[in-house]
């Protein structure tokens, strides 16, 4: 189980649009999210590595010499994803670009400085002089303002673990910013640290989050009303661990002037999300290795219920920030514990 005292958030690309109020409005985003066992999920620090190596590798957008068509969709969406540092404080993320093995040497030990709870292991890939390495790391740790109950939960008719609110102060926890009925609602779980929010959200579509990232953004950053004594919750537990291969992109050659004989050769990103009764961790971080010629892959009573048994969505962002850091659709009980107490 984590240790919820930290909780922690590698990302090092990363990309989504909410729009609070007294915020300019940007277009909505395209999310570039991985599904993974039937559910799906999206981290931020990509987008950063991929500005980082567009600005100051590159110092222009991305521009492949390829016919291949998803390639060229795809650095199109990481070209004008708008999510940038702004949208993180700057006490949970490291950014890192630069030439050669000294650069990769400089990522593993000035990362590991900042944050000395990583859990991911330190980049170990060889570099030439002339190959270049965009690095994007990301830390979060949220805390809820009173720890729930833990208690098992019903999940798509599975009986799986979870937590609840049984008492008033767990109770208090728990902010409602709409409700339609028991399958329709959005929820907000108060935080120690007031400048992260942490949704949970179900009744939306499930194939991606645009719908419920824009409703979202609709509500801002108020103040909304506290769940009813008589009011449930209870969510089920859920533990996440994926790294994604970004192979669409790999041995495509630049068109960028000066760099025409250069490739992607590996762009992967690992994502580690847990939640519980305590609060949640998650971590992101992204790496894009590129140089000249071949390349190698990756490895590979009335009262409402605010009851997540079925698909619900998990949104975390910044507060005031048009933008979510983490998201994840949870469709199955892939990332759920199965029993419990």
């Given at each position: 189980m984590p240790n919820f005292r930290m909780i922690h958030i590698y990302m090092s690309m990363l990309s989504i649009l909410v729009i609070a109020p007294?915020?300019?409005?940007?277009?909505?985003?395209?999310?570039?999210?991985?599904?993974?066992?039937?559910?799906?999920?999206?981290?931020?620090?990509?987008?950063?590595?991929?500005?980082?190596?567009?600005?100051?590798?590159?110092?222009?957008?991305l521009q492949l010499n390829t016919s291949n068509q998803a390639a060229l969709e795809m650095a199109a969406k990481f070209n004008r994803a708008p999510f940038t540092k702004k949208d993180l404080d700057q006490n949970s993320y490291y950014v890192k670009s630069g030439l050669g093995q000294k650069t990769l040497d400089i990522i593993n030990n000035e990362s590991r400085l900042k944050f000395p709870g990583k859990s991911f292991a330190d980049l170990n890939m060889p570099l030439e002089p002339a190959d270049f390495i965009a690095y994007a790391y990301f830390l979060k740790q949220v805390e809820y303002l009173n720890q729930f109950k833990e208690k098992r939960v019903n999940f798509r008719e599975e009986i799986v673990q979870g937590f609840g609110a049984s008492t008033v102060d767990q109770k208090k926890n728990v902010e409602v910013l709409e409700y339609k009925d028991d399958d329709h609602f959005i929820i907000g779980l108060k935080l120690k640290n007031q400048a992260d929010r942490l949704l949970l959200a179900k009744g939306f579509d499930m194939h991606g989050p645009g719908a419920v990232v824009s409703r979202i953004a609709k509500y801002g950053s108020g103040n909304f009303p506290d769940m009813d004594r008589v009011d449930r919750f209870e969510m089920p537990k859920l533990h996440l661990k994926h790294q994604r291969n970004y192979g669409e992109l790999i041995n495509k050659f630049f068109k960028n002037k000066g760099w025409e004989q250069f490739i992607i050769k590996e762009m992967f990103e690992n994502i580690k999300f847990d939640m519980d009764q305590k609060g949640a961790r998650v971590e992101n971080e992204a790496v894009i290795r590129g140089g000249r010629g071949g390349a190698r892959r990756p490895a590979p009573v009335q009262f409402r219920s605010f009851i997540l048994d079925k698909p619900f969505w998990v949104v975390m962002k910044r507060k005031g920030s048009q933008y979510p850091y983490f998201l994840l659709g949870v469709e199955n009980t892939a990332f759920m514990e199965k029993g419990g107490k």
């Open positions: 007294g915020l300019s409005q940007a277009a909505p985003m395209e999310y570039q999210g991985s599904r993974v066992e039937g559910n799906y999920v999206w981290g931020g620090a990509m987008n950063l590595a991929w500005h980082e190596m567009t600005e100051n590798i590159l110092h222009e957008k």
